[in-house]
């Protein structure tokens, strides 16, 4: 098993531009979540999914977009990228019980100029 | 609202010495509480959870962690570091929903 998934592993983007940041995991989890990752500040969460056809927004929702595509998979829509959302991306899956751990992705790194 | 908190951004310890990461939650309800690694340039790892029963949690890598209710803490211990053991450590709570809120971190050095 592969686990969770996501790519890229690394983009650069100029202000304004937009991107899709993609996630997909292979281990039939109903909830997926999306969080960021800065220094001093752990882990925020932006939005999750607690199972397919679900999204919600998480703590720092502003300037993100999801999508709940299937089960599998769980994309993070950048729609006019902010210097301010340079950052760690991090995907995460699990179970979708209340004292299930998650699952997590090796990140993307974002660099907006 | 829930809170974590994880005293000490930063703690340095020496190869051999004891391993003490503290962490203390705040909760209405009771508590699940997760201990979760991060090695450089990789993405969060479990070491171990406490759920309910014993209150002595023991994960991997030799670590263990104790639920203190009256303390409201979940301290991470390990009776001897390793030089494998630098990397930053995050504290988490769960229990009413299936979201988790995540400590700041602390990032542990060890010293040869």
């Known amino acids: 098993n592969a686990g969770v998934t996501q790519t890229p592993k690394f983009q650069v983007l100029k202000t304004g531009q937009s991107m899709t940041l993609q996630c997909a995991q292979d281990?039939?989890?109903?909830?997926m979540y999306w969080y960021r990752q800065d220094p001093g500040m752990g882990l925020r969460l932006i939005y999750y999914?607690?199972?397919?056809?679900?999204?919600d927004k998480g703590e720092v929702p502003n300037g993100y977009n999801v999508s709940r595509l299937n089960k599998r998979e769980f994309s993070l829509r950048l729609e006019s990228a902010a210097p301010s959302q340079t950052s760690v991306y991090f995907c995460?899956?699990?179970?979708?019980?209340?004292?299930?751990?998650?699952?997590f992705g090796p990140g993307t790194r974002l660099t907006v100029t | 609202a829930q809170s974590v908190t994880q005293l000490g951004s930063h703690v340095s310890v020496s190869e051999g010495a004891l391993v003490l990461l503290r962490c203390n939650y705040s909760?209405?309800?009771?508590?699940?509480l997760f201990w979760y690694v991060q090695y450089p340039n990789q993405g969060l790892q479990l070491l171990l959870k406490?759920?309910?029963?014993?209150?002595l949690v023991k994960g991997i890598n030799g670590f263990e962690a104790e639920f203190k209710k009256s303390e409201t803490s979940f301290h991470l211990t390990k009776p001897s570091a390793h030089m494998s053991d630098a990397a930053e450590y995050f504290c988490?709570?769960?229990?009413?929903?299936?979201?988790?809120?995540f400590g700041t971190g602390t990032l542990l050095a060890v010293q040869p």
């Open positions: 281990m039939n989890h109903n909830s």
């Open positions: 995460a899956s699990s179970e979708g019980d209340r004292y299930g751990e998650q699952y």
């Open positions: 406490y759920t309910t029963g014993a209150t």
């Open positions: 909760s209405s309800v009771p508590p699940y």
């Open positions: 988490a709570q769960g229990g009413a929903t299936n979201k988790l809120i």
């Open positions: 999914s607690a199972s397919e056809g679900t999204t």
